[in-house]
């Protein structure tokens, strides 16, 4: 494989991939979603939740929502509710938070966030919360940021914040931020651009942002910038489309992201575009897959993409959908 399809540099010329194709990647999560019977299919089938919301948000902000049936993956995701309040990955997986906040951003592309009862919703996501303020992600009693931001983005989106400790919940994630400004999963963890986002979402959720270094952190996050124009979550890693957000989307809350090379960052995601079948990769000419097409598809959208709708950096929802949200609940 040629070098700069690896490390180096991104061409000028994408030919066919210099645009966004739309109506390639909208065809190929049809085609995804569709497929309920594949190999693929089965061995996914455990977060199965958290693809139907990559694949639905990626529609949405490519204005292609309504070529699936929308009744119908409501009615499923529905089905997916434990009695506990959270939801698993499918019907026959165990309650977790973070397909839990799947299904709430399901729910909330379509308006139906009134159909749950956000009480004993929140009431899950409560019971996870621990005495230090961090929280597991089920009762198996793991403890990361990621399930830190999706406590508060879950309790935030039913107008139920004051159902957990929202300060310890802060005090925790400040604990878990390191020397060069980024956060780990865990205290003492290295810093990585995944819990970066996390960490500075779930800080803003929380009207926190002052424990964030706004200048150190943000360099270290356009330090993640490589000679090809994608990003990566960690020093000598190589780039990767998912980072594309991971890093943009914090540059984007703390007022940075003017800070790294929009133009050759829109040219490494681009690049990674299956110009035949649909669908975007982490490198160019990798494999394709639901959860590279939405973040890439994301990071464009945060970075203005024409045609694209704008998305929220803190919840990862449409910025048409959080304001429909906040409507709801101003009433």
Same mark, same amino acid.
């Given at each position: 494989?040629?070098?700069?399809?690896?490390? %180096?540099?991104? $061409?000028?010329?994408?030919?066919?991939?210099?645009?966004?194709?739309? @109506?390639? %990647?909208?065809?190929?999560?049809?085609?995804?979603?569709?497929?309920?019977?594949?190999?693929?299919?089965?061995?996914t089938e455990h977060f199965r939740l958290s693809g139907v919301y990559w694949g639905?948000?990626?529609?949405?902000?490519?204005?292609?929502?309504?070529?699936?049936?929308?009744?119908?993956?409501?009615?499923?995701?529905?089905? #997916?509710?434990?009695?506990? &309040? /959270?939801? /698993? +990955?499918?019907?026959?997986?165990?309650?977790?938070?973070?397909?839990?906040?799947?299904?709430?951003?399901?729910?909330?592309?379509?308006?139906? !966030?009134?159909?749950?009862?956000?009480?004993?919703?929140?009431?899950?996501?409560?019971?996870?919360?621990?005495?230090? &303020?961090?929280?597991? &992600?089920?009762?198996?009693? *793991?403890?990361?940021?990621?399930?830190?931001?999706?406590?508060?983005?879950?309790?935030?989106?039913?107008?139920?914040?004051?159902?957990?400790?929202?300060?310890?919940?802060?005090?925790?994630?400040?604990?878990?931020?390191?020397?060069?400004?980024?956060? +780990?999963?865990?205290?003492?963890? *290295?810093?990585?651009?995944?819990?970066?986002?996390?960490?500075?979402?779930? =800080?803003?959720?929380?009207?926190?942002?002052?424990?964030?270094?706004?200048?150190? !952190? #943000?360099?270290?996050?356009? *330090?993640?910038?490589? $000679?090809?124009?994608?990003?990566?979550?960690?020093? *000598?890693?190589?780039?990767?489309?998912?980072?594309?957000?991971?890093?943009?989307?914090?540059?984007?809350?703390?007022?940075?992201?003017?800070?790294?090379?929009? &133009?050759?960052?829109?040219?490494?995601? !681009?690049? #990674?575009?299956? @110009?035949?079948?649909?669908?975007?990769?982490?490198? $160019?000419?990798?494999?394709?897959?639901?959860?590279?097409?939405?973040?890439?598809?994301?990071?464009?959208? =945060?970075?203005?993409?024409? +045609? !694209? @709708?704008?998305?929220?950096?803190?919840?990862?929802?449409?910025?048409?959908?959080?304001?429909?949200?906040?409507?709801?609940? @101003?009433?």
């Amino acid at each position: 494989m040629d070098g700069n399809v690896r490390g %180096h540099t991104t $061409p000028q010329d994408l030919g066919a991939r210099a645009q966004l194709l739309v @109506e390639k %990647h909208a065809a190929y999560i049809k085609k995804v979603a569709d497929a309920k019977d594949t190999l693929e299919a089965h061995v996914t089938e455990h977060f199965r939740l958290s693809g139907v919301y990559w694949g639905l948000t990626a529609l949405y902000l490519m204005g292609k929502l309504d070529i699936v049936d929308g009744a119908a993956i409501v009615e499923w995701v529905l089905k #997916c509710q434990h009695s506990s &309040g /959270g939801f /698993g +990955g499918s019907k026959r997986h165990d309650a977790h938070l973070l397909y839990t906040l799947s299904a709430l951003q399901v729910l909330a592309l379509y308006d139906k !966030l009134h159909l749950v009862n956000a009480d004993q919703i929140a009431s899950y996501v409560q019971s996870l919360q621990q005495a230090d &303020g961090s929280f597991t &992600g089920d009762e198996s009693g *793991e403890i990361d940021t990621r399930f830190s931001y999706v406590a508060l983005n879950c309790c935030s989106l039913l107008n139920r914040m004051d159902a957990i400790n929202v300060p310890e919940a802060v005090k925790f994630l400040v604990t878990c931020r390191n020397f060069d400004g980024g956060f +780990g999963c865990r205290p003492g963890n *290295e810093s990585h651009a995944g819990q970066v986002f996390t960490g500075v979402a779930a =800080l803003a959720i929380a009207d926190s942002l002052q424990h964030v270094d706004r200048d150190l !952190l #943000c360099w270290w996050l356009s *330090e993640r910038q490589t $000679p090809s124009g994608g990003l990566c979550g960690r020093p *000598e890693k190589l780039q990767d489309v998912c980072y594309s957000w991971w890093c943009l989307s914090a540059l984007c809350i703390l007022d940075r992201l003017h800070w790294i090379d929009k &133009g050759a960052l829109t040219q490494f995601i !681009l690049f #990674c575009q299956d @110009e035949e079948n649909g669908g975007i990769s982490d490198r $160019p000419e990798d494999m394709v897959d639901a959860f590279h097409t939405f973040f890439g598809i994301a990071a464009l959208s =945060l970075m203005g993409y024409k +045609g !694209l @709708e704008p998305i929220d950096p803190v919840y990862a929802l449409p910025v048409k959908v959080m304001q429909q949200i906040r409507r709801h609940q @101003e009433k």
